[in-house]
């Protein structure tokens, strides 16, 4: 079992839907879980973090953590085709030296 | 604020050459990762330095893989010599040193091994 699985996708929704990006990880240990987004040909941007259960929500973005099943959640409100990127969930275990364990990523599709 | 600087853009070798890639982290920033990246895969950590000590090196392939961040500021990563496999993007990040483990990635440097 990978430490941080991601659906590859790629994952197709319409413009004005919402995206729900999951992320799966092994170690209970876990504390902080992180949400990137790169464009093809571009390095990765941080857009959300979050280390509580529950949900945060940044504008059109939601990340939700449920530390007991070990799953990270994005959720992408009203879907624009400029959201079209690779989405990578990133992890770090405590105690790790500021060492994240990533994801490969899933690629979402907003179409017109 | 400047982000995280890294130069070259981009480098086309032969195989058994060798390559430098540069970085300048976020000013302030004690920690700096390097990255390898393949298409369609998620990054690497290749090295990861805390100010100018080495914190984890333990998937760089120290055979021809070396690193140094010399007054725990700008850093290099060298390939000498390089394989075919070596074909990448190599991504520089950088991280706050005491709160939070948010980092902040480079444009990063693609590499293509002939």
């Known amino acids: 079992q990978k430490e941080v699985e991601q659906n590859s996708g790629p994952l197709s929704v319409p413009e004005g839907a919402i995206a729900s990006l999951n992320c799966t990880y092994s170690d209970r240990g876990s504390q902080s879980f992180f949400w990137y987004r790169q464009y093809s040909g571009k390095s990765p941007e941080l857009i959300m973090f979050?280390?509580s259960n529950g949900d945060k929500e940044d504008g059109r973005f939601t990340a939700q953590l449920n530390k007991a099943s070990q799953y990270v959640s994005l959720l992408i409100r009203d879907s624009q085709p400029s959201d079209s990127a690779t989405y990578l969930c990133a992890v770090n275990k405590a105690g790790n030296n500021r060492k994240l364990i990533w994801g490969l990523g899933t690629s979402l599709a907003v179409n017109p | 604020e400047a982000g995280v600087a890294q130069s070259p853009r981009y480098k086309i070798i032969e195989k058994r050459q060798s390559v430098a890639f540069w970085c300048n982290p976020i000013s302030g920033h004690a920690t700096l990762y390097w990255y390898q990246q393949i298409l369609g895969q998620g990054p690497k950590l290749l090295i990861q330095?805390?100010?100018?000590?080495?914190?984890?090196d333990s998937q760089l392939p120290k055979d021809r893989f070396s690193a140094e961040r010399l007054k725990g500021v700008d850093s290099t990563l060298k390939i000498q010599p390089a394989k075919l496999e070596d074909s990448a993007v190599y991504l520089c990040a950088s991280s706050p040193g005491t709160a939070g483990v948010e980092q902040f990635f480079g444009p990063g440097t693609r590499l293509t091994v002939l």
């Open positions: 330095f805390q100010n100018n000590g080495v914190v984890d």
């Open positions: 979050i280390y």
